[in-house]
């Protein structure tokens, strides 16, 4: 029995440290803001003259509620697509929901959905408007931690973006899909 004593002892001791770390890591506040930037390939399908392929610039700010949900919001710029004879350029803002899975501890899955609100300028046929409307998106990704507050990431994103382009006829509303690859950074606070 006094052989036993001293794994007893230390086996206590080992689970007891276990139980002591694990409650650290649960009570650990993964809540807070962060910002980041994208930088990618964006791939325009329309049904019309609009296709094209093209860079796309996104910068982010968000809230993380907890280490599964966050509020995200950015400002993306889609540059011009196009070609000679109907071109356009289109920028907007976005509002997200976005949840992420940590699968180790230095790489976390993430899928997003949220509304675009975006304006674009558009020249058809020698015809110049602007249009602005809202459209849905979603996307999915994975982040690469690179310290505890910088991460790397890849996305991929799809946006249903609709052109309403009134002053050319009554019936010039344009179906795009923007569907964009990116990498980038972010840094939470």
Request: proline fraction near 1%; charge should be negative.
């Amino acid at each position: 029995m006094k052989k036993f004593i001293p794994v007893i002892a230390g086996s206590i001791a080992i689970a007891s440290f276990s139980a002591a770390v694990k409650a650290e890591d649960m009570a650990e506040n993964n809540s807070g803001f962060y910002v980041g930037g994208n930088y990618g390939y964006l791939k325009v399908e329309s049904d019309d003259d609009f296709d094209d392929d093209n860079d796309v610039v996104q910068g982010i700010v968000g809230y993380r509620f907890n280490s599964f949900l966050a509020l995200e919001g950015s400002y993306i710029d889609f540059g011009s697509y196009g070609n000679s004879a109907a071109n356009a350029e289109t920028t907007g803002y976005t509002a997200a929901l976005k949840g992420t899975i940590p699968i180790t501890q230095t790489v976390e899955l993430f899928a997003k959905a949220g509304q675009l609100w975006h304006e674009t300028d558009y020249n058809i046929a020698s015809v110049k408007g602007s249009s602005d409307d809202r459209s849905l998106f979603a996307g999915a990704g994975v982040n690469f931690k690179v310290t505890e507050n910088l991460l790397v990431n890849a996305q991929y994103t799809w946006y249903d973006v609709d052109l309403n382009a009134d002053n050319v006829d009554s019936n010039s509303d344009f179906d795009s899909d923007f569907k964009q690859a990116s990498v980038g950074a972010e840094y939470r606070f």
